[in-house]
T-cell receptor
């Protein structure tokens, strides 16, 4: 069974540009989570989608947004990129939010903003 | 803050020794999970322990949870060089499925 996949692996953007990161969950999982791991700040919860709806978001500005598609894959969009957005972005999936349990993580997308 | 605080920040041991990492938190939780991360890549789930459980085992891993002290520990027995990684505790609670991660413990196991 395939795990969580993310693309691209690396992404280099210039300040002010927009970045789009993609995630495909494990088959059968309806919940997708996004986390940011920035140097010195640890792993921070960004967004949670389940069954196409945004269920919760972390303490991030509105220029961080996303969506979940009918096949449960997800996109994270970061607008007006700032240097501080450079980080490893991790996507995770789990079974329906009705069962609180393990989250399975993808390998991440490393975003570098210059 | 619900964030877990891990201790120690870094741990260096020899192969064959045991490694113990601790996680403390401040609010009530539904469950506590431990993850491993190798070289800044994706996280690997190790163990989930629910708030009504006190101890769980998985291979060479042993996790304990003391909700009265709001603390958990991860013990890796007979460590191997391949165990070298960062280990994170993650808290789940409050009705939302987001995980709140601690800062992690960097474990180095020397051959």
């Amino acid at each position: 069974e395939a795990g969580v996949t993310q693309s691209p692996t690396h992404l280099i953007k210039t300040r002010g540009q927009q970045a789009t990161l993609r995630c495909s969950p494990i088959s059968g999982h309806t919940s997708v989570y996004w986390y940011q791991q920035a140097l010195g700040l640890g792993l921070q919860f960004l967004l949670w989608y389940d069954e196409g709806e945004e269920r919760n978001r972390g303490n991030f500005p509105p220029r961080f947004s996303g969506r979940q598609f009918p096949n449960y894959s997800s996109e994270l969009n970061v607008n007006a990129l700032e240097l501080e957005d450079s980080a490893l972005y991790l996507c995770a999936s789990s079974l329906s939010f009705r069962t609180v349990g393990e989250q399975y993580f993808g390998p991440g997308t490393r975003l570098t903003v210059t | 803050s619900q964030q877990g605080e891990e201790d120690p920040q870094a741990l260096s041991i020899q192969e064959g020794e045991n490694a113990t990492m601790n996680c403390s938190y401040k609010t009530s939780i539904n469950n506590l999970q431990w993850y491993r991360q190798n070289s800044g890549r994706g996280l690997v789930h190790l163990i989930l322990i629910r708030s009504n459980e006190r101890e769980k085992h998985s291979g060479r891993l042993r996790v304990t949870l003391d909700t009265s002290k709001k603390s958990s520990s991860l013990l890796i027995t007979a460590s191997r060089a391949a165990d070298t990684a960062s280990y994170f505790c993650a808290l789940s609670g409050g009705g939302y499925n987001k995980l709140i991660f601690g800062a992690g413990t960097r474990l180095a196991v020397h051959p």
